[in-house]
């Protein structure tokens, strides 16, 4: 009995199309492009190319921005554009903002902004805050991850403090971001907000990242924000920022690290030491095996998280699991570039001597920068290097 989804000839013909466009439009080496800070701009302009195409929502109606494609070619496009490490385009903030409109904000809000959303007009950076479920299925928003504070004040709210963004380009348009306010002996109420990048009071850094997809710090310095910019109401926020964008289950879609495991498996099978393929040998054989394993069982999850999103379902859990297990599996993966290559997976693409161009030392800075919100950078390469706590070691021991 055969499981595999079969394409139709009009799919095949619409992904010849598709394909040729891509080639014409977008650059063969578009995975390259998130490396570095001119590389995320060129990202933020080609997602307005992609955009006017309509295939950053290419099944929405035509009315909100998108291409009014059927299921089936809306397959075909999310195919192509992973094909070419472009759906994170589909799956980033400004995607998951129209999906949050959608469903949370007002009819003003909606006409203001989806069709400029999903035609790629706008630049979104999000508020990178931790959201973790609870047994019962509720979210629950880290308060300590949030370092914004709301003050209502009549027609609006007064932010102040500093907050954690991702996000495509060198500068926003939208902030979207969640702030606490703090009622009169009762809990923090978080409260989502769209912020205007331009406000008088909010200030970009510009510190050193491991990569440009990495989240940047943003100060707020009594930024008037107007209810009417509000998405939601009080109390909503941590799950109104935590929107994602739903995408068909039936589309082949291999994450980033589902693919860097079998490119390394490539290199193993291709690379010869002492007369014989890296992966003869039975210790570095077991090691890729065991990537293998944790790749495949994190796309299993992922899709199991987008079954049950394509079905109206609560996903929490299973987001949460599937994060959880994406970021073992791709720390499982960078040391196994590094124990199978050796050395040469820690040069980077302008050094002759790196492993395949680069590639594997770009795997492991992504996978630094992926790692839980929370930690700063500095932290996440201090424990790398062995310079962190130990497992099961507080800082009061330390």
């Known amino acids: 009995m055969d499981f595999s989804y079969q394409y139709s000839s009009e799919q095949e013909e619409f992904r010849e199309a598709v394909s040729r466009w891509l080639e014409d439009n977008a650059p ?50 999310l195919e192509e554009l992973n094909r070419r490490s472009l759906l994170s385009l589909v799956q980033g903030e400004a995607q998951a903002l129209r999906t949050a409109l959608i469903a949370w904000g007002t009819e003003a809000q909606r006409a203001g902004l989806v069709q400029s959303l999903s035609r790629g007009k706008r630049s979104v950076w999000r508020h990178d805050v931790s959201v973790s479920p609870r047994p019962d299925g509720a979210a629950v928003l880290d308060h300590d991850s949030v370092g914004l504070s709301a003050t209502p004040d009549a027609d609006g709210y007064i932010v102040n403090g500093v907050g954690m963004f991702r996000g495509l380009g060198n500068m926003p348009e939208i902030l979207w971001t969640v702030a606490l306010v703090h009622p009169e002996e009762s809990e923090p109420l978080p409260v989502c907000l769209l912020v205007d990048a331009t406000t008088e009071g909010v200030t970009f850094t510009s510190p050193r990242t491991l990569s440009p997809m990495a989240a940047r710090s943003v100060e707020f310095d009594d930024v008037w924000v107007l209810r009417t910019d509000a998405l939601g109401p009080e109390g909503d926020g941590h799950r109104i920022i935590s929107a994602q964008v739903s995408l068909d289950p039936n589309a082949d879609l291999p994450g980033w690290v589902e ?48 079954w049950e999103r394509s079905q109206d379902g609560e996903t929490e859990r299973t987001d949460a699991l599937d994060s959880l297990w994406h970021r073992g599996a791709a720390s499982a993966l960078s040391d196994a570039a590094r124990q199978v290559i050796g050395p040469r997976a820690l040069l980077s693409s302008d050094d002759p001597q790196s492993a395949d161009g680069g590639r594997f030392e770009r795997l492991s800075r992504r996978e630094l920068t992926e790692r839980e919100a929370g930690d700063s950078e500095n932290e996440v390469l201090a424990a790398e290097i062995g310079m962190g706590e130990k497992e099961g070691q507080s800082r009061e021991n330390s």
């Open 259 to 306: 693919t860097e495991t079998d490119a390394l498996l490539d290199y193993a099978r291709a690379t010869e030491s002492g007369g014989k393929p890296l992966g003869a040998d039975p210790i570095l054989a077991r090691i890729l095996i065991e990537a293998y394993i944790a790749s495949r069982v994190s796309r299993l999850l992922r899709m199991r998280a987008g």
């Open 28 to 77: 063969a080496n578009s995975d390259a492009l998130f490396d570095s800070p001119e590389g995320a701009v060129a990202l933020d302009k080609l997602s307005r190319v992609i955009g006017d195409m309509g295939w950053l929502a290419p099944s929405e109606s035509s009315e909100h921005g998108g291409a009014a494609l059927s299921a089936d070619l809306t397959v075909v496009v």
